[in-house]
């Protein structure tokens, strides 16, 4: 599971910096349709590829180390081995859903979603997002990233900085596209994990990140696939 986990104390498919409206937001700037097959990479108990096929109405496949048998188009797999043949994929997607270590691919050609800041090796990860798309496929990723001038190593993983991680999707095979800083979702999901009863989890997130020297913030990001 992802560091925000332990700022809640119930079980829900929404709590992520922003719900299910970032995800849509992000979704206005692809070009997914009827036809295209999504990638959903780390699903965990797939909210997102429910939303998916509601919004889109295309088939979306979800990834995920857990995966459960009870959804034939949830597989179980992992980021740095996806299992797709080459250029499948029009999109992959990954967003900072409540997930259980694994990844969402969206097979449109056109989107690609990953938590780069909570993989052990987020370049190889890239990499397999690039094999696994067709050539103008779409990268999405929303996640969290370091607003200093370094990348930030803690406890809650790698945050890259907005130049790093355009240099890593770069050596994959991507181009950046657009990006933006929406880190105002996290003050919000601080204030939802207060109201929810789970204060003390989120000082102890809140500690690890000063300890690290980081200053966190949360970005959408879409990438085309050269």
């Not at 700022?7 to 700037?29: C, I, K, M, R, V």
């Not at 949830?74 to 740095?80: K, P, Q, S, V």
């Not at 800083?181 to 690890?208: E, F, H, N």
Request: glycine content about 10%.
């Amino acid at each position: 599971m992802g560091w925000w986990t332990a700022l809640f104390t119930q079980d829900s498919l929404s709590e992520h910096p922003g719900e299910n409206a970032l995800t849509e937001y992000a979704l206005s700037f692809c070009t997914f349709n009827r036809n295209s097959l999504i990638v959903d990479v780390g699903c965990g108990k797939g909210g997102s590829v429910a939303l998916l096929r509601r919004k889109l109405g295309c088939r979306v496949i979800g990834v995920d180390r857990s995966a459960d048998a009870a959804d034939a188009d949830i597989l179980r797999g992992d980021a740095e081995a996806l299992p797709f043949e080459n250029a499948l994929a029009d999109g992959v997607l990954t967003d900072a859903e409540k997930r259980s270590g694994c990844m969402l691919v969206d097979l449109g050609a056109e989107t690609t979603t990953v938590l780069v800041s909570q993989i052990s090796c987020p370049e190889k990860v890239l990499h397999e997002c690039a094999r696994i798309l067709k050539a103008g496929g779409t990268l999405l990723l929303t996640d969290l990233y370091s607003r200093t001038d370094e990348v930030r190593q803690s406890n809650l993983g790698c945050l890259f900085t907005k130049e790093t991680l355009r240099s890593a999707l770069c050596a994959a095979g991507f181009s950046v596209t657009y990006f933006e800083d929406v880190s105002p979702l996290l003050t919000q999901l601080w204030a939802s994990a207060m109201l929810s009863g789970s204060g003390d989890g989120a000082c102890r997130i809140l500690r690890l990140f000063r300890e690290s020297g980081a200053k966190p913030g949360y970005y959408i990001l879409t990438a085309t696939r050269l």
